[in-house]
């Protein structure tokens, strides 16, 4: 599951380092609420690429379809997302233009499992955002991925998804997370009985 990269360290040494999953934060974690400021070393370099590849196989490893820095405790404005071999990572990422539609759609968060509210957004936006290698880039994006792109962003920014619902919704989507907590918990005390 884990690859091998070569990296260079800040002492600019070559040296190989196994790459594995980051850890994921909760809800409750105070990073989620902290707004990042812009990453402002040269790109491309080791940390950064490496940063990369531990989100997505973390985004991957909990079945996610984006993941930012700051949900896996690290305080830089990076975040991922895609699917499958389509996946992006968005470094200083921001909204240039955003169309007057909008939908509102459930959404979920690796931070918030078995959470889902509906939260309204642009059906289409203009995003910008500067790779891995220092280019930048002016993508437009629509649908689900649009929707995905500022759900990270709003991480970036210090909103949680909670930050988009009313008390009812939450309350409402409360009882859900917990039904769907104790279903699986339930399937797993059967497992480990038979």
Do not use: W
Request: include cysteine.
């Amino acid at each position: 599951m884990s690859d091998i990269l070569t990296i260079d360290t800040s002492a600019g040494i070559l040296k190989e380092q196994k790459i594995e999953p980051l850890p994921l934060y909760n809800e409750n974690h105070p990073m989620l609420v902290e707004p990042i400021p812009e990453y402002n070393q040269r790109l491309p370099n080791g940390m950064i690429s490496n940063l990369i590849k531990r989100l997505k196989l973390t985004m991957q490893q909990y079945g996610g379809i984006g993941l930012s820095a700051n949900q896996c405790g690290v305080f830089q404005r990076v975040f991922v997302i895609g699917t499958g071999e389509f996946q992006i990572a968005c470094i200083n990422p921001k909204v240039i233009s955003r169309s007057s539609k909008i939908s509102k759609s459930d959404e979920g968060c690796l931070s918030y499992p078995g959470f889902y509210v509906k939260v309204p957004r642009p059906e289409e936006i203009t995003a910008e955002f500067t790779d891995e290698n220092g280019n930048i880039q002016q993508v437009d994006l629509s649908g689900l991925t649009a929707r995905c792109f500022m759900h990270e962003l709003d991480h970036m920014n210090g909103l949680r998804l909670v930050d988009h619902a009313g008390a009812v919704a939450i309350k409402q989507a409360r009882r859900k997370q917990e039904k769907l907590i104790k279903a699986i918990q339930r399937r797993q005390n059967e497992k480990t009985r038979s």
